[in-house]
């Protein structure tokens, strides 16, 4: 039915949208790509259609072509925060792992800026990357904050936090101002 709407309208970017997403369930990438790319020449300011092309390159393996198109989304005021989120994990799959951090940092500040309570699984998984990103980079302190936020979660996230807080007091115990040290 998306095809015949396309004949009968070539300008309506829901079908072209909708064909995509087809093609998407049917793991037909390059053809999802194809249709995407029609809906955003439609909609360009409309950040769903970036997030759409983005997520396609991205289960093609295709990570900076993925970054490109969630920047265009972020750039286009993604009222979801979408766009950041999946900026962030684009970036860690293509192994930019200070751009990652700086995307999963705008995550915890956006979420924080809705002003809901409860920890949602997104924070979840950016708490855990910067976990792991900041005591790589022995910023002790503040893998120590994101640890803590992540025992208040719950759930399997609570025995890695554990785990990498118990990583945290043996360096801290190696160094004595290693919670002093670099910044990230």
Same mark, same amino acid.
């Given at each position: 039915? *998306?095809?015949?709407?396309?004949?009968?309208?070539?300008?309506?970017?829901?079908?072209?949208?909708?064909?995509?997403?087809?093609?998407?369930?049917?793991?037909?990438?390059? *053809?999802?790509?194809? *249709?995407?790319?029609?809906?955003?020449?439609?909609?360009?300011?409309?950040?769903?259609?970036w997030c759409a092309l983005g997520e396609t390159f991205e289960r093609m393996g295709r990570y900076e072509d993925?970054?490109?198109?969630?920047?265009?989304?972020?750039?286009?005021?993604?009222?979801?925060?979408?766009?950041?989120?999946?900026?962030?994990?684009?970036?860690?799959?293509?192994?930019?792992?200070?751009?990652?951090?700086?995307? *999963?940092r705008k995550v915890l500040k956006q979420r924080a800026q809705e002003g809901s309570q409860e920890e949602r699984q997104d924070n979840a998984d950016a708490l855990l990357f910067l976990a792991k990103y900041t005591k790589d980079r022995e910023s002790l302190r503040e893998c120590e904050v994101y640890c803590n936020r992540l025992l208040d979660i719950?759930?399997?996230?609570?025995?890695?936090?554990?785990?990498i807080l118990q990583e945290v007091r043996l360096m801290k115990g190696k160094s004595p101002d290693a919670g002093d040290s670099k910044k990230s």
């Open positions: 039915s *998306y095809r015949r709407a396309v004949d009968i309208n070539p300008r309506d970017y829901r079908a072209w949208y909708g064909l995509g997403q087809a093609h998407e369930i049917m793991r037909m990438h390059n *053809y999802a790509l194809y *249709y995407f790319r029609k809906a955003a020449k439609l909609r360009p300011y409309d950040p769903r259609m993925a970054i490109k198109c969630y920047r265009q989304a972020e750039g286009n005021d993604d009222p979801e925060g979408t766009a950041i989120l999946k900026l962030a994990s684009a970036y860690q799959k293509a192994q930019e792992m200070d751009m990652a951090a700086e995307y *999963y719950g759930g399997s996230v609570k025995d890695e936090a554990k785990a």
